[in-house]
């Protein structure tokens, strides 16, 4: 379980890395809008992040990993992934990260400030250099597909990409969900051994 749980971390982690290549090289004209960033807070199973306007109902039979647990767990995944003494860098919010006990799927939320990166003008751009990113290094990680699509959530259409993975003879499908707030991308990951259980996840989200 704790092996599984670094491995769907790890993803988390490429997520947020892979933006980090480049500078801004320039400012556009266009408005932007301002997010003061804070983190969520977990009531009665439910969380909720007023500021990025995330929330996610999971209710009862759900575990939330403490932030000692979540540190521990990517420490590993980097040690796995990049080598010992790798270091996760840049302006990130590392906000929840949640099991189902009967069924072991996942749910993370991660804001990611893309206001130093260059070119990253949507959603959609965002994902493709994810994807390619996961696809060049599949092999090591079990990526065995990735799709970009959109999704709806609480009535609003998100871009979303589609992630099949094979690890130890287990296949495991996670959907990489985004919302942009101004210079924030906001991705909630979702994994399952269950694809059809994604659905499911999916509806107890929403956007504001």
């Known amino acids: 379980m704790k092996k599984l749980l670094a491995i769907l971390i790890a993803l988390m982690m490429i997520l ?101 990166i260059s070119e990253f003008t949507d959603a959609n751009y965002y994902l493709e250099t994810v994807m390619t990113q996961l696809l060049s290094s599949g092999v090591q990680n079990g990526v065995v597909d990735a799709i970009i699509s959109e999704i709806e959530v609480s009535g609003i259409t998100a871009p979303c990409l589609d992630i099949v993975l094979e690890y130890s003879g287990t296949t495991i499908y996670q959907k990489l969900i985004t919302k942009q707030s101004g210079d924030w991308m906001t991705t909630v990951t979702m994994a399952s051994l269950d694809e059809a259980e994604l659905s499911d996840l999916i509806a107890k989200l929403s956007f504001e």
């Open 16 to 116: 947020s890395l892979c933006a980090c290549s480049e500078e801004k090289v320039g400012e556009g004209e266009e408005e932007t809008i301002e997010i003061t960033p804070a983190r969520g807070a977990v009531e009665n199973g439910n969380f909720k992040n007023e500021a990025f306007g995330v929330s996610f109902e999971a209710g009862e039979n759900w575990y939330f990993l403490t932030d000692e647990e979540i540190a521990t767990a990517m420490g590993v995944a980097a040690e796995e992934m990049y080598g010992e003494g790798a270091e996760i860098t840049g302006d990130h919010i590392y906000d929840l990260y949640c099991v189902k006990n009967e069924t072991n799927a996942t749910v993370s939320v991660n804001h990611e400030n893309l206001g130093s």
